[in-house]
């Protein structure tokens, strides 16, 4: 979460994109206080259930 309005998507390519708050809760049906903020990311308490499947890099 980068503040009350806006969150962060991290794709795959590693490229972070804000998103809507209202719209992305909305989709899931409501807020989930179990999402990780961007500080947890940042200081690497992410946990596994909220990072997608690894794929080697391209080189």
Not at 12 to 23: I, Y
Request: proline share 8%.
């Amino acid at each position: 979460m980068v503040d009350k309005k806006t969150l962060v998507s991290i794709l795959g390519s590693g490229r972070m994109v804000k998103v809507d708050r209202a719209t992305f809760e909305a989709s899931l049906g409501g807020p989930d206080p179990s999402l990780p903020l961007l500080s947890d990311l940042k200081a690497g308490r992410v946990g596994p259930q909220h990072v997608g499947s690894c794929t080697p890099l391209r080189g």
